[in-house]
């Protein structure tokens, strides 16, 4: 049959019947079909028409025709272009891709010049119950597949309804479609969303707001199931899509992604304009926390931009990050409140923005000095971080003399590569020139942090956090050991075979080498070890230490010491050398040398702490002219 300028292609009609009637006289013509019944390619339609020419008179088209199809693909070849206009026809012809119908229903009534009565002057309608469809809404967005949608075409507009469509992973429901006007060129969705949140990212990655809403969502990432409410407004003429709507929250998860953290049981509403993304407050769980806040996105010029807004009331002890140790000396809260800013170029690489303010003001700290602090003293806490996906820059202050510069690497595990912590100083001072740790401290007892370490806090924190194995602490005054160590510097650092302890101060200068596969090395160059001089004792009424206690030997390192010059309890013993190995429960001395300039004593022992009885045994060899100036040199008076 012919078909140039109404039908895209030849009309393949396999069978058809009707009856035909046609009248024409002096007041018009009819033509008349009853009884049309077509099979043609993909369609079968039965109904029948009337069209009348009056003389004079506008003329006048009536359709009624029941229609089935099996192959919803093939419509394309039966919407006459001449009526629906190109930009319908070419919509349809793409939008179409398969389906089937046994029940659908052509309506028409009206003048055929005027279609496709903007104005309601007649009526046309094309109802068409699409069941197994899939239909391609736009030619760069995924097909929706196994659907069953209700086609309505009324007049100049287009209307579709489904009660349910899956959009990739992500169910949609009561989806509205509708091109209400042809000459508008626009295709209206509406519907109601719900699904893993984790599968609403990937989704609009394969669309063309992969660069918009797709970013957004790539860089906050949710988890957990989400209902939303979806409006996309999308231009039939290659204009950008919009899309808008509305997402409800509850106990979902969200994995920010440039700062590599995760916000838990995160409730609340939001909404989007493509990938301008807008939050109401929001409560979550961060850190076993806690949390309000409120996040925005924005399509800069040059990058993707992401802010976010947060308070809370924290109790450090329960955040999960500090040992358990660290955590029970502490008790009361924290407010405090930040902002993140997350900046994602479209060509180069993330970088964020942190500032934390906070009050110590009632929390009550147990721990050692000089970070013990009671509850009621305000104590302001200032946070700033500056980064990106490999490192970021920590700098802070603690009350307005305590500041601290930092370094820390995002590699497997988060790695400080190098801080530097000042007290009693006016800001922050320039990171160190190498790995490492420094920290300036005020005077501090060395026998409580000790004690605290012995209880696990250095290895609680290193398990979750690598520290650099160069660590160098500063303090005007150490006390251990009873005694108080004056202008004291500590510095910890690996060295081939092991690592090295270097002490000095007022009463020490010595280097400790702790070998791995060797006895440990003690080189002292002085040491002036006085116990009294912590307890304000005279040197005189002190006592020489003496234990009943038990000590094991198990786990001791075998010791090489080489002191030059040492005072002991007030004494001055000079040079003091000896070499001690460990095996099992004895202690053996070897090479025992001290030189106090008025003579010579070597010796070898041997210790014997067993669990069946203690046995020590001395063996000596004193040189020298002047043996009573040498005993008198060694004498530890007593009361």
């Known amino acids: 049959m012919p078909y140039a300028g109404v039908f895209r292609a030849p009309l393949e009609i396999a069978a058809g019947e009707a009856t035909l009637s046609w009248v024409k006289n002096d007041k018009g013509f009819m033509l008349d079909g009853r009884d049309i019944d077509v099979q043609a390619t993909g369609v079968r339609a039965r109904g029948g028409f009337r069209y009348l020419q009056p003389q004079g008179d506008d003329p006048w088209l009536g359709i009624l025709a029941g229609i089935s199809t099996n192959d919803g693909g093939q419509a394309w070849r039966y919407f006459p272009e001449n009526l629906m206009g190109k930009a319908l026809v070419d919509y349809l012809s793409g939008a ?31 109802y068409v119950p699409l069941k197994n469809a899939t239909f391609a809404f736009q030619p760069d967005w995924p097909a929706l597949t196994g659907l069953n949608i209700d086609l309505n075409f009324i007049n100049n507009g287009l209307w579709m309804r489904a009660d349910k469509a899956m959009l990739g992973n992500v169910t949609a429901s009561n989806l509205d479609a509708a091109i209400p006007d042809y000459a508008q060129e626009k295709l ?107 996040f925005s996105t924005r399509e800069g010029e040059k990058a993707f931009l992401v802010d976010v807004g947060m308070n809370a009331n924290w109790q450090p002890s329960r955040t999960g990050l500090l040992p358990k140790a660290v955590s029970e000396a502490l008790s009361g809260s924290v407010p405090w409140d930040g902002k993140v800013a997350i900046e994602l170029p479209y060509h180069g690489n993330a970088s ?148 090295q302890v270097e002490a000095q101060g007022r009463e020490i200068n010595a280097i400790l080498t702790m070998r791995d596969n060797a006895p440990w090395l003690a080189n002292v160059r002085y040491l002036y070890f006085n116990p009294a001089s912590a307890s304000g004792q005279n040197a005189t009424e002190n006592v020489a230490p003496q234990t009943a206690t038990r ?65 020590t045994s001395l063996k000596g060899r004193l040189h020298g002219n002047k043996t009573d100036a040498f005993a008198d040199s060694l004498a530890s008076p007593r009361r």
């Open 352 to 499: 964020y923005k942190v500032d934390i303010n906070g009050d110590l003001k009632n929390v009550s700290s147990r721990l050692p000095s000089p970070v013990s602090k009671p509850a009621g003293e305000p104590l302001p806490v200032k946070i700033n971080v500056a980064g990106g996906l490999s490192s970021f820059d920590l700098t802070g202050s603690i009350g307005a003399k305590n500041h601290i510069n930092s370094r820390w690497l995002l590699n497997h595990k988060l790695t400080l590569d190098r801080a530097i912590l000042t007290t009693d100083s006016k800001g922050h001072s320039p990171l160190p020139d190498q790995p490492g740790i420094e920290l300036n401290l005020p005077p501090m007892d060395g026998a409580q942090w000790l004690a605290l370490f012995e209880n696990g806090a250095a290895n609680e924190v290193s398990s979750s956090v690598l520290f650099p194995p160069r660590i160098v602490l500063r303090t005007p005054s150490l006390a251990l050991a009873g005694q108080q160590w004056n202008n004291v510097s500590l510095m910890s650092q690996p060295v081939a075979g092991g690592s």
């Open 96 to 126: 179409i891709k398969a389906g089937q119908a046994s029940d659908a229903t052509l309506v028409y009534g009206g003048n055929p010049h005027l279609f496709p009565y903007p104005h309601n002057e007649g009526q046309f309608q094309v």
């Open 551 to 615: 000590l094991d030997f198990h786990g001791w390192p075998d010791l090489q010491l080489r002191c030059a010059e040492c005072w002991l309890w007030g004494q001055k013993y000079g040079r003091i050398d000896g070499d001690v190995a460990i095996k099992g429960d004895t202690l053996t001395l070897s090479n025992g040398l001290v030189d106090t300039g008025f003579g010579r004593l070597t010796t070898n022992g041997v210790w014997v702490n067993a669990p069946s009885g203690v046995r």
């Open 188 to 294: 209206l969705i509406d519907a109601d969303i719900k699904g893993p949140g984790k599968e609403v990212g990937p989704y609009f990655n394969t669309t063309p707001l992969k660069e918009s809403l797709g970013a957004a969502l790539d860089s906050l990432q949710l988890d957990g199931d989400v209902s939303a409410r979806l409006h996309l407004n999308i231009p039939l003429d290659g204009e950008m899509t919009t899309a808008k709507g509305d997402v409800r929250l509850q106990n979902n998860s969200l994995f920010i992604k440039p700062l590599d953290t995760t916000l838990q049981n995160l409730s609340g509403n939001f909404s989007f304009v493509n990938g301008d993304l807008n939050s109401q407050t929001l409560s979550a769980t961060w850190f076993n926390q806690p949390l309000n806040l409120n």
